[in-house]
């Protein structure tokens, strides 16, 4: 089985920008996988796992945002700047960072290469707080907060889900 561990945010993590937010929510879970995993590859099998498919399919029911491997793909390799539900706030060659359609949530994707042709898959979000109408205090949201033991779940389903994706496409051929 694959360790999903969580952790600190790395310190040059374009998710770090959230952590400072006091009223913010952060995670980050990190794997390794025993082999080189281009940034690129790894962002690809994410999003095309079968459980990220039925996420992608939900959305696209539910907000009428539909998505395709191919263009999970081309998000990878930098060519589109939004897929599905989510649009680029920012990239860097080992990370990427989306924001949701509506501004409340990030998920990010960093990948880092060791000299021991290890590769450290990372995976993180954030929830944005919004103004409360009647208090006027910044906070998460009843939703938000309900969600996030199954949001906890499901960030490591989804990574693990991405390394035995990897991990199959690194078999070796007869």
């Known amino acids: 089985m694959v360790a999903i561990q969580t952790c600190e945010l790395p310190r040059d993590a374009l998710l770090r920008r959230y952590l400072d937010d006091r009223d913010a929510y952060t995670d980050c879970y990190v794997t390794e ?16 796992t079968a459980v990220f498919k039925l996420e992608r399919w939900l959305l ?52 880092t290469a060791s000299r021991a042709h290890t590769t450290k898959l990372y995976f993180g979000s954030a929830v944005v707080p919004v103004v409360d109408k009647q208090s006027g205090q910044r906070q998460l949201g009843s939703s938000y907060r309900l969600l996030l033991g199954f949001h906890r779940l499901y960030s490591r389903v989804l990574l693990r889900a991405a390394v035995k994706r990897l991990e199959r496409s690194n078999l070796p051929t007869a």
């Not at 995993?37 to 099998?45: D, I, W």
């Not at 696209?60 to 263009?71: E, H, K, N």
């Not at 930098?78 to 501004?103: I, M």
């Open 60 to 111: 696209s029911w539910l907000v009428a945002r539909p998505s395709t491997d191919a263009q999970a793909r081309s998000l990878a390799c930098g060519e589109l700047e939004s897929f599905a539900a989510w649009n680029v706030e920012a990239r860097a060659p080992d990370q990427l960072l989306l924001a949701d359609f509506r501004g409340r949530t990030r998920s990010w994707l960093m990948s």
């Open 33 to 48: 996988l025993a082999r080189p995993v281009p940034h690129a590859e790894y962002v690809a099998a994410f999003y095309t």
